[in-house]
């Protein structure tokens, strides 16, 4: 990993202000904002579009996905809460790759793999939002509502951080009541004596003893998309507060929050609506809605669906941005990537670049497809991630940070590999569309160390 070439120097990108420490980023994150981008991030299109998916896995046991899921991202929530404390920066899982392994081209594919997971993940929430909740008002082609759902939350990126994460919180708490009516409206069916609780135990993997395990093993890799978001935040560490203090907090409660209301969800919708139906639904959670309480508006619950799906698509993209920002800074990707608005002080380069591949996604996918998709790859990363905490250990910092308990990462990297493996019952398109996208990441690397060894041949001149 190289290091930036200072302002001025030929090929550096422009000089912008910095707040005093070495970041030309804005440092307006404080911890109850942090807080609200974790939780907003993990809240969204994984439980509201992709429960029926889950439940069409293992059926009426719908919880055990997503208990297991929590488990998992704890254990790697954990691995990030100690390297974001220690390397508070906002390169993420590649920074800690590269730190512990120290080899360029692992650096670069850890970094292409995130990114490519958070714009599967934007897109699958383009998809989403012009799906079964959009029906509810209009009736229009569901690619060309995620084409234009996705350039217009670029034009928010734009416009700056503050705007965005402000976004976040309003977005963040609609979601979240969204998803405790359809806990409370459950609890309510189920006390009036609706509901049916020997679902609850039903499996329907398609098989029993190996198929039946792989059967939960795909049901949790698919789930496992719902906890996606929390790594997202560590790619804000150059524009928050006292990071090392803020991010252990905000992760760790924020991974317990959204952990919680989704088995609650889980629950209630397996008591309520047969596994069959979730299925067969973009809108799972408007089946829940419909027949716990006949009489309230499903127009209102698919426009708080419709807030909840855009959330999670402006996270992705902003954080799919940042990480070009900071790779670009440290020579991994071109460093046009790292040219920053003088005025709006946001990535330009990083939000178009991103922008035009999750247009390409969406309009090539569908939302189970891409939501696995991008927990595959993150699953990936997390192996790693949690591999170079232990390797990290070695090295001290100066300052005081988290520290995780030793079996924790150990835990994190065998559990994230058995659900990335082909244990986990997954179709194989998730496959082949993670390979197209690494085939194009070793592309770009291979097109970045030829116009660097230029650009060194160049100054030898």
């Keep these: 990993m190289r290091i930036p070439r200072p302002p001025g120097a030929p090929g550096a990108p422009p000089p912008v202000p910095d707040d005093g420490d070495g970041s030309p980023l804005k440092r307006v994150i404080g911890p109850k904002l942090l807080l609200l981008f974790v939780v907003g991030d993990i809240l969204g299109t994984g439980i509201y579009a992709t429960t029926g998916k889950v439940a069409g896995k293992i059926g009426g046991a719908l919880w055990l996905p997503f208990v297991i899921g929590f488990l998992v991202a704890i254990l790697s929530a954990a691995s990030y809460a100690e390297l974001v404390g220690k390397y508070p920066r906002a390169a993420g899982a590649a920074l800690y790759t590269h730190k512990a392994f120290k080899v360029p081209f692992l650096t670069f594919i850890t970094a292409f793999m995130v990114m490519c997971s958070g714009l599967a993940s934007a897109s699958a929430a383009a998809r989403a939002f012009g799906g079964d909740y959009m029906a509810e008002f209009v009736d229009l082609p569901p690619t060309l509502v995620a084409v234009v759902f996705v350039l217009a939350l670029a034009v928010l990126n734009l416009r700056g951080v503050s705007e965005s994460v402000r976004t976040n919180v309003v977005l963040t708490v609609v979601e979240l009541s969204g998803l405790l009516l359809v806990i409370g409206i459950g609890v309510f069916a189920v006390l009036a004596g609706d509901g049916q609780p020997a679902r609850l135990g039903e499996f329907d993997t398609g098989g029993s003893g190996y198929a039946a395990l792989t059967g939960v093993l795909g049901a949790t890799a698919l789930g496992f998309f719902a906890f996606l978001g929390f790594e997202d935040s560590v790619n804000m560490a150059e524009e928050t507060r006292d990071p090392a203090r803020t991010f252990p907090r905000a992760i760790f409660l924020g ?13 209630v919708s397996s008591l309520l609506v047969d596994h069959h139906t979730l299925q067969g639904s973009s809108g799972p959670l408007l089946e829940v809605v419909r027949v716990g309480w006949d009489g309230f508006p499903p127009r209102l619950f698919a426009l708080i669906a419709l807030f909840a799906v855009t959330n999670s698509a402006l996270i992705n993209l902003m954080m799919a941005s940042r990480l070009c920002y900071g790779m ?30 999750t247009v390409a996604l969406a309009s090539t996918g569908e939302i189970a497809g891409l939501g696995d998709t991008a927990a595959f790859l993150l699953l990936c990363v997390f192996a790693l991630v949690n591999v170079a905490v232990l390797v990290l250990r070695k090295d001290h910092v ?8 030793t079996a924790l990462p ?4 065998v559990t994230a590999l058995t659900l990335a493996s082909p244990l986990a019952d997954r179709p194989a398109d998730v496959y082949v569309r993670a390979g197209v996208l690494l085939v194009i990441g070793v592309a ?18």
């Design 398 to 405: 100066p300052h005081r940070h988290f520290r995780a308990p």
């Design 328 to 357: 670009a800074n440290e020579g991994i990707l071109p460093r046009a990537l790292a040219r920053v608005l003088p005025r709006r002080r946001t990535p330009v380069v990083g939000i178009v670049f991103t922008t035009v591949l």
């Design 255 to 267: 991974v317990a929050v959204t952990g919680t209301v989704y088995v609650l969800v889980a629950l």
């Design 410 to 413: 150990v835990l994190g990297a």
């Design 444 to 461: 770009l690397w291979g097109v970045n160390r030829i116009a660097l060894g230029g650009a060194r041949r160049a100054g030898r001149g």
